[in-house]
T-cell receptor, first 112, second 113 residues
């Protein structure tokens, strides 16, 4: 069974602060994705990383895939209240067929 | 295309009743997934279709659960003899391939009383 562990589980910060969320596994993934989910809605895809060591930037968000493709991080610079939400990482590979395995999520609250 | 649509958005049912949810995926997507999510947890995989073929089912999917995707278009998820433990958000997603990511619907919130 492939598991993805996210840390921290909860994070409450002030507007303007920086933060990093981690996603770790003992399994290798061929691709890893980050989603953001708001209450009462489905997750929305933020980014997909496929190459070990890959770094992608999306405005104030920086995503990194570990060299061994077992872990990933999401860094947010100068967080804003609009960044509040549940951040989910999800991994996929050939042995899991076409489905993604999701972590339990990091609930981020950015206070004004 | 307006994305993935799920109906209903909310369903309250009495224990023991049957419920059916519908998902309309993005028309160009041949892959359709059902996940279940409880409060404070990440989505858990239930089942996956490629076109009309159901290719994988989770062990979470007991005999009371059945899913169909006739003609490879919309899909339905039926829960028979609902139990309080079935209360959750049921999410549908569609995709052209795992590494391209999923597009999720807004989910169906099921409450079993």
């Amino acid at each position: 069974t492939q598991l993805l562990e996210q840390s921290p589980q909860f994070l409450s910060i002030q507007e303007g602060e920086n933060l990093t969320v981690y996603c770790n596994s003992s399994s290798v993934f061929s691709s890893l994705q980050w989603y953001r989910q708001e209450p009462g809605e489905g997750p929305v895809l933020l980014v997909t990383v496929v190459t070990g060591g890959e770094v992608k930037k999306l405005k104030r968000l920086t995503f990194q895939f570990g060299d061994a493709r077992k872990d990933s991080s999401l860094h947010i610079t100068a967080a804003q209240p609009g960044d509040t939400g549940l951040y989910l990482c999800a991994g996929g590979n050939e042995t899991s067929g076409s489905r993604l395995t999701f972590g339990e999520g990091t609930q981020l609250t950015v206070n004004p | 295309d307006t994305g993935v649509s799920q109906d209903p958005r909310h369903k309250i049912t009495k224990r023991g009743q049957n419920v059916t949810f519908r998902c309309d995926p993005i028309s160009e997507h041949n892959r359709l997934y059902w996940y279940r999510q409880t409060l404070g947890q990440g989505p858990e995989f239930l089942t996956y279709f490629q076109n009309e073929a159901q290719l994988e089912k989770s062990r979470l999917l007991s005999d009371r659960f059945s899913a169909e995707r006739p003609k490879g278009s919309f899909s339905t998820l039926e829960i028979q003899r609902t139990e309080q433990g079935d209360s959750a958000m049921y999410l549908c997603a569609s995709s052209v391939g795992t590494r391209y990511g999923y597009t999720f619907g807004s989910g169906t919130r099921l409450t079993v009383v």
